[in-house]
């Protein structure tokens, strides 16, 4: 069964970084038949892809054009997690934060996923 | 593509058939695969666009394809089937992700 434990602070003031972990268990970062992504909630932009992170002999990591200018997703494959860092949060980045499984087959869902992390952003 | 639509709403009498709906044009190249979410809690995966379940999805739920429009079909609706429902995909392209913007269903 694989599992997916998010941690990460939920309060943060405009210009900050968010810094968000997903630690799995019951499968490795580095499997060659899935991606690990992070997605987002909020009542004005409903359930929004960030990005993905998966590797296929080296790393890849494919980002959503909207925060492209200001992701970055890592794996760490001695702590088996990934992470994810949004730079210059504004209010508008307020949320709840995911990470999820994408299985990569002839369909692609997200079986497994994170309990969601709330993010506040305000001054 | 770069949009899935989802209708707001929908509704259905308990132990009646509900099909919910998702349209996009990059649904006539991938997949859509769909997830429920109760209110306070993660989406969970209930299928996915060749009717794969994962274990503990009840057989009721069955999802199917056809052009550009991807559905979820709840057999027999139960009242712990109310919740929101999501589609996704992937885009035109393949390499980006889209969500529907969500159906609520409510069972009467």
């Known amino acids: 069964q694989v599992q997916l434990q998010q941690s990460g602070p939920g309060l943060m003031k405009p210009s900050q970084t968010l810094s968000l972990t997903c630690a799995i268990s019951?499968?490795?970062?580095?499997?060659?038949?899935?991606?690990w992504s992070w997605i987002r909630q909020s009542p004005s932009r409903g359930l929004e892809w960030l990005g993905r992170t998966y590797y296929r002999s080296k790393w890849y990591n494919d980002y959503a054009v909207s925060v492209k200018s200001r992701i970055t997703i890592n794996a760490d494959t001695s702590k088996n997690h990934f992470s994810l860092q949004l730079k210059s949060v504004t209010p508008d980045d307020t949320a709840m934060y995911y990470c999820a499984r994408e299985v990569i087959a002839v369909t692609t869902p997200f079986d497994y996923w994170g309990q969601g992390a709330l993010v506040t952003v305000s001054s | 593509s770069s949009e899935l639509t989802q209708d707001p709403a929908v509704s259905v009498a308990l132990g009646q058939t509900v099909r919910i709906t998702c349209q996009g044009d990059s649904l006539r190249s991938y997949y859509a695969s769909w997830y429920q979410q109760k209110p306070g809690q993660a989406p969970i995966f209930v299928i996915d666009?060749?009717?794969n379940r994962p274990s503990g999805i009840p057989e009721r739920f069955s999802g199917s394809s056809s052009g550009n429009t991807a559905s979820l079909t709840i057999s027999g609706a139960q009242a712990e089937d109310e919740a929101d429902y999501y589609c996704?995909?992937?885009?035109?392209?393949?390499?980006?992700?889209?969500f529907g913007g969500g159906t609520k269903l409510t069972v009467l």
């Open positions: 666009g060749k009717n």
């Open positions: 996704n995909s992937r885009d035109s392209s393949g390499n980006y992700v889209l």
């Open positions: 019951g499968d490795s970062v580095s499997s060659n038949s899935a991606a």
